[in-house]
């Protein structure tokens, strides 16, 4: 279905947490976070993440009818490393890197679908608002030091549900 709605997803400060190395031991030791150094093209990354991130955004997406697809400065790297360590298929990747926002690359890419795009950029929504003030979207801030949560979930799943059933212009979307 063209018209499906689509979850994009960020990786770094989304699913790829930025924060302090004993805050990591911390949620490694207690709640199953886990680190990995990763080889690409641009040198030698650390990943530190939630393993229940995959399972959560599939369930997402199976529960809305959406799509979900990589909306990352990772690019085509997030089918490569990010998605097999969080047990995703292959998504689709829009590409973002050749912009000077992510929001204009992702925007373009979407070509004029409904979609929900989970960010840590400060400016991601009002960027994204005003490159697609026409388009049903919603912007979903996420800390970059707790990474995607079920409160972020439950926030695009509320919208995706109301927007399913009709309704453009749904409450809180940016």
Same mark, same amino acid.
């Given at each position: 279905?063209?018209?499906?709605?689509?979850?994009?997803?960020?990786?770094?400060? *989304?699913?790829?947490?930025?924060?302090?190395?004993?805050?990591?031991?911390?949620?490694?030791?207690?709640?199953?976070?886990?680190?990995?150094?990763?080889?690409?093209?641009?040198?030698?990354?650390?990943?530190?993440? $939630?393993?229940?991130?995959?399972?959560?955004?599939?369930?997402?997406?199976?529960?809305?009818?959406?799509?979900?697809?990589?909306?990352?400065?990772?690019?085509?790297?997030? $089918?490569?490393? *990010?998605?097999?360590?969080?047990?995703?298929?292959?998504?689709? *990747?829009?590409?973002?890197?050749?912009?000077?926002?992510?929001?204009?690359?992702?925007?373009?890419?979407?070509?004029?679908?409904?979609? *929900?795009?989970?960010?840590?950029?400060?400016?991601?929504?009002?960027?994204?608002?005003?490159?697609?003030?026409?388009?049903?979207?919603?912007?979903?801030?996420? $800390?970059?030091?707790?990474?995607?949560?079920?409160?972020?979930?439950?926030?695009?799943? $509320?919208?995706?549900?109301?927007?399913?059933?009709?309704?453009?212009?749904?409450?809180?979307?940016?």
């Amino acid at each position: 279905m063209p018209d499906r709605p689509l979850i994009l997803v960020d990786v770094d400060g *989304v699913l790829n947490v930025i924060t302090s190395a004993r805050e990591r031991r911390r949620l490694c030791f207690h709640e199953g976070w886990q680190q990995r150094r990763v080889e690409l093209d641009a040198g030698t990354f650390r990943l530190f993440f $939630n393993p229940a991130s995959g399972p959560l955004l599939t369930r997402l997406a199976r529960e809305t009818g959406a799509e979900l697809a990589w909306g990352t400065t990772w690019e085509e790297y997030a $089918n490569l490393v *990010v998605g097999p360590l969080l047990g995703l298929p292959r998504l689709p *990747v829009a590409p973002v890197a050749d912009f000077p926002h992510k929001a204009h690359g992702i925007i373009a890419w979407t070509a004029g679908r409904p979609f *929900v795009w989970f960010d840590d950029e400060p400016d991601a929504a009002e960027v994204t608002a005003a490159l697609a003030a026409d388009q049903a979207h919603l912007v979903v801030s996420v $800390n970059e030091r707790e990474g995607i949560t079920e409160k972020h979930a439950e926030i695009a799943r $509320n919208w995706l549900r109301e927007f399913g059933q009709g309704q453009q212009e749904v409450p809180g979307a940016r």
